[in-house]
């Protein structure tokens, strides 16, 4: 069974609170946070080297990523995957969602390998959009499911539960089919040293633009339909007024204000 | 002179630190308090190449060398000095056998050491000694096709735990009447070989150190470790570059842990109205933990990098033992005092360092035997 | 790359039509149709914009009037069986169909887990812009629909346009937007042929449904919201914060760090812009640090009061009363407290 699993390289969500708006330019300064796999996908390599070890196969990584992310990459070849492939490329830059799924079909297309199931994790720890599982599977017209767990594979269909907020609904869909995995849903195995060197002397396979045969206006900023604005830092700031005691009395104060507020107790 | 770690190395370090985070980080306080040894961990650290990191492939190893061995120790004892001691004396065991077995040997042993199913460990010390190596009372009797042997080791790692235990004893003396050592390897289980008492330990807890007592021990010639009477040899060698080593990883962990936790106190905790990190007291005490950090990294990758590339490097490990177990001691003391009333405190880990540190010393060779080791190097080499 | 696009566009798409997701569940229409109709209209008022609603699931006539009444001018139906569970072809190839139909400028959907997929699928389909998990949605001067995403966990807020393509398809989570009472309108009901649905063949197949066992109030909904932060420390500590609420007839809920440590089931549960909006009258934070997307989610709270030990904590910044102080310590002292004011027979001993 050949899987691919979409990766995303993303700053570390750790370390968001470092993140500063260069208040002349007014644009996001990223300088200092490291870059780490987006925690969902680890998830979704899981999930396809889990399906792997079942069912045979060929677990490949893709990732539309500026080539200094390289090495968390590498580090999703660690887990065990077979074969990785970035698609990197000038004009890749500045796409929204539309334009980013767009590319990763016709990087998929690139391949030339029939996948029979396309794994992603639900959403990135950065944008959080949760679009590209859903817009890369209408590209490739591929039936879809997001936020699934326990998957299974037989006789050519894969069935899946999907979390909605009232439950969880399963489905039985024909394969090839495209799936975002639930973060929780499988737990991302440790990487061996053995795997590390491994994936160190693989090489990476880089797909630009011309190997993808793209449409120029449907990559990048060109080809997407959003567009950014202003970055706002909100400000939230509120009086901050101290309460100050024993725990008691701090308690019995925020009584006193929840009352004032409008709160029966 | 490249002073940086290659990509794979920063992978690995990290794929290791994952490792940690997940499994030892969060028990490490635990082990420590109730002196257990997390034998349990062994199967999944042989699976993500942690003990067999040094061994060649064709052995069950990872085939790369020293240098990823002590990355893997340091990253270890970072939370659980205990752990790694219990790990890296399972690794002194591998390293004789890698270094001197026969090649039978190599291949019915090493895959399993690899694995993590089977535990080893080096046995040397005895009642009479530690230090004095050659002074043993443990004697080997070759009978016909077996050999006898009878005594007692004392302050051994891995002592309750060892599957394949390496065994020093007198086999022979010398034309000058000074005794002659051979390495056996023992298996768990034969008869008259046991453990005997276990030690508690005030520091290094999680690991399990403790006597072995040999009664008529028979074993087969073949449990010999490289040649009859060469034992001393090996065995000097193997603690000296694998043993000095470790210990030396095990106390860079522990520095680095000074430092991040010295830092991590120093920002959060207020005092006077402001992080005490505002207060040059502190700052000092911050820049001499991350000095010795600094120089007992150096001088630990340093050595192993010499082994690496073939050449001797015992003066080397013991300089970076002997640093690095005098200055983890140093900078936990000092971070203790940083944390005032907080540091001994069970629940933060400066009270461990220390423990774990000056515990440190008396392994592998004393601070005394250290300098003694460095003063015979350096009125060589610099003459 | 910032305002200049603006230039390159040829001509300002006037917004003339909005049209509105009515995602429904059990026969019970969800309240983001509500909350979007109501900012909908807010934002477009007096510019005779005409306000729609669309409508995939099985015929029910309930739901339609309600509908009908809800203040929008079009109704779009589109009944059949086949729309019951959501159906990942069949609801997306409905809506598509509704679209195409009612020709829309602007497309709202509320981002549930269906609304998401629906929105981003429809963005492929209709080869247009999606905009997903709005914070806020604003006219710009000159007529342009401003979309406000919330990027870097909240950290910062960002605009983005759909400036050329239509409709302009944006999800928002619900509670985000206020509900209002809206007047009804007169309305046009149109109804969309299932035909297309049965022309499917299908690759998806429902096999089942496991409910949700209905949990407490949701925290939405509460005019008391009581959260606990990664300095509760503890799942005990934590059940102190639920007693508390309970003893105020609130809801509670927590920060990631809280889900992280399994106080919380999910994500109904936690506060912040990944997870849920919530505007009550008092809100009360107990060892929360102040990250940016937690802030994010209560900025509209009445009044915010928080307790934590850190004097430094980030989340003093934009609270309305802070309280420095042992979060366990004063949970407890609030428990004990509360109890005491209920229990009028408890002899009381004056100090």
Known sequence: MNIIVCVKPVPDPEKYHLLKIDTKTKRLIREGIPTILNPCDRTAVEAALQLKETHGGKVVILS???????????????????????????????ADTFSTSYTLMKAIEALGVRFDLILTGTESADGATA?????????????????????????GYATVRKKIEQGRIGY???????????????????????????????????????????????????????????????????????????????????????????VNC | MDFNFTEDQVMLRKAFADFVAQEVAPKA??????????????????????????????????????????????????????LAMFVFTHQLGMAALLENGTEDQKKRYLPLLCAGEKISGL????????????????????????WVLNGRKCFITNSHLADLAMVTAKSGEDEKGRNLLTIYLIEKGTEGFGPGRKEHKMGLRGSVTGELVLNNVRIPKESVIGAVGKGYGIAAKTIGEVGRASMAAICVGILRGCVEESVKFANERIVYGKPIAKLQPIQFHIAENRLDYEA???????????????????????????????????????????????????????????????????????????????????????? | MRQGFLKERR????????????????????????????????????????????????????????????????????NSPLLDLYHPEYHLTALEMIVREADPDVLLITATRAGEEMSAALGVRLKTGVTAHCADLVLSGDGELTQMVPAFGGKVVGEIFTPTTRPRIASVKSGTFMAADLDAEECRETEVSAAPLDALNPSVEIVGFEKRATKKMPITAADVVICGGYGVATRENFRILEEVAEQLSGAIGGTRPAL??????????????????????????????????HVCGIKDAGTIISVNQDPDAEIFEVSDYKAIGDARAVAQALRAHLARSGDETAPRINP
Request: aromatic content about 6%; glycine content about 12%.
């Open chain 2, 123 to 146: 046995a040397t010390t005895e009642p009479t000694g530690g230090s004095d190596l050659l002074g043993a009372n443990t004697t080997a009797v070759l009978e016909e096709d077996h």
């Open chain 2, 29 to 82: 306080a635990e082990w420590d308090a109730s002196d257990t040894c997390p034998v349990e961990l062994f199967p999944m650290m042989g699976e993500l190449g942690i003990l067999g990191v040094f061994v060649p492939e064709t052995y069950g190893g990872v085939g790369l060398g020293h240098v990823e061995r002590l990355i893997a120790l340091e990253e270890i004892a970072r939370h659980s000095a205990g």
């Open chain 1, 64 to 94: 539309m990523a500026p080539l200094f992310s390289q090495d968390r990459i590498r580090e999703a070849l660690a887990m065990g995957a077979d074969e990785a492939y970035i698609a990197c490329d000038a004009l890749f830059a500045g």
């Open chain 1, 131 to 155: 679009n590209v599982p859903t817009q890369l599977a209408e590209w490739l017209s591929y039936p879809h499911a997001t936020g699934v767990s326990d998957i299974e594979v037989r006789d």
């Open chain 2, 296 to 383: 007992g990294k150096l001088l630990l990758y340093r050595a192993a990098k010499t082994k690496d590339e073939g050449k001797s490097a015992v003066a080397e490990f013991s300089m970076a033992k002997h640093f690095g177990t005098e200055a983890a001691s140093r900078a936990a003391k000092r971070t203790i005092e940083l944390m005032g009333a907080y540091g001994v405190i069970d629940e933060y880990p400066a009270g461990r360092f220390l423990r774990d540190a000056l515990t440190s010393i008396s392994s592998g060779g004393t601070s005394e035997i250290q300098r003694l080791i460095i003063a015979g190097d350096t009125l060589k080499t610099f003459a």
């Open chain 3, 260 to 293: 992280d440590a399994g106080w919380i089931e999910d994500e109904s549960g936690m506060i912040g812009t990944s997870g849920r909006t919530v505007r009550p009258k008092v809100y009360i934070g107990f060892g929360v640090s102040g990250a940016a997307h």
């Open chain 1, 172 to 262: 039985r869909i024909k394969l090839p089919v495209l799936l975002s995995v639930e973060k929780n849903a499988y737990r991302p195995r440790l990487i061996s040293a053995m795997n590390v060197i491994g994936a160190g002397k693989k090489t990476i396979g880089i797909l630009t633009a011309e190997t993808l045969g793209v449409d120029e206006c449907r990559v990048g900023l060109k080809g997407s339909p959003t567009r950014a604005g202003e970055l706002i830092q909100l400000d939230l700031r509120r009086a901050g007024r101290e309460i100050s005691g024993e725990p008691e009395e701090i308690a019995r104060r925020i009584v006193d204000i929840a009352k004032k507020s409008g």
């Open chain 3, 11 to 78: 001509w300002i798409v006037a917004i003339k039509k909005i049209l509105i997701y009515a995602e429904v569940f059990d026969g019970v229409l969800l309240p983001g149709y509500r909350e979007l109709l109501s900012k909908a209209k807010e934002i477009f008022q007096g510019r005779g914009a005409v306000f729609a609603a669309a409508y995939a699931g099985p015929r029910n006539a309930v739901i339609a009037e309600e509908l009908r009444q809800s203040g929008i001018h079009e109704l779009y139906v589109m």
